[in-house]
């Protein structure tokens, strides 16, 4: 059975200074996603990771993968307001074609002045 | 492109009723999904369909039925509602197999199960 751990939980951030969600997982996968989730909407996708050592960065967002770790990280930049939402990674079993998605249980960010 | 749409968005029930959460995609995804969202859980899947007539299930998918006769619909059934099933319900797609295809999420159904 996969499983999937975030943390923190929950993030209380400082505008200007950076941070780091973490998320492991239990079993091997080759596909990790991270998603963001504003109050009372949906899911808006933020990265795809598909390989060991994948990095992907998006404004003040970098995401990678470590494979051999089970571990994927999602940095934050010198955090701005904007950003504060829940932070969602999922994982797809390697043994998946069809990519069913584990989600860890979400990070909520709050960013403050 | 109108991508997933979900209806209703709000739905309140009493214990006992049956009700259809609404599923549609005009992007012809293969894959379709429902997940249901409570808090401090993330989001677990119910039932899943690779294509038309093909559905299978997730990890929660007690009480609830699927049915996938279009590639463009995928509905959710609650046979008897109760109030475990209250929750936030939402509907994903993606083209299919290929590593990196994205799943589009719904706007989402917000379900009262009184």
């Known amino acids: 059975e996969l499983k999937v751990e975030q943390n923190p939980l929950f993030l209380s951030m400082q505008e200007g200074k950076n941070y780091t969600i973490y998320c492991n997982y239990s079993t091997t996968s080759d596909r990790l996603y991270w998603y963001r989730q504003d109050p009372g909407k949906s899911l808006e996708s933020l990265f795809v990771l598909l390989s060991n050592g994948a990095v992907k960065q998006e404004g003040r967002l970098m995401a990678s993968l470590d494979t051999k770790a089970r571990l994927s990280t999602l940095h934050i930049t010198a955090a701005v307001h904007d950003l504060s939402a829940t932070y969602f990674c999922a994982v797809v079993m390697t043994t998946d074609s069809w990519g069913k998605l584990q989600f860890g249980a979400g990070t909520q960010v709050v960013v403050t002045p | 492109n109108a991508g997933v749409t979900q209806t209703p968005k709000f739905q309140v029930l009493k214990t006992g009723q049956s009700m259809t959460l609404q599923c549609a995609q005009d992007?012809?995804?293969?894959?379709m999904s429902w997940y249901r969202q409570d808090p401090g859980m993330g989001l677990r899947l119910i039932h899943y369909?690779?294509?038309?007539?093909?559905?299978d299930q997730g990890e929660v998918p007690n009480g609830y039925n699927v049915s996938r006769s279009t590639t463009e619909d995928f509905p959710l059934r609650l046979l008897s509602a109760a109030p475990s099933q209250t929750s936030v319900y939402f509907c994903?797609?993606?083209?299919?197999?290929?590593?990196?295809?994205?799943?589009?999420f719904g706007p989402g159904t917000r379900l009262l199960v009184l």
């Open positions: 369909s690779v294509g038309a007539g093909i559905t």
């Open positions: 994903a797609s993606s083209y299919g197999r290929a590593p990196g295809e994205t799943q589009y």
């Open positions: 992007m012809n995804h293969e894959y």
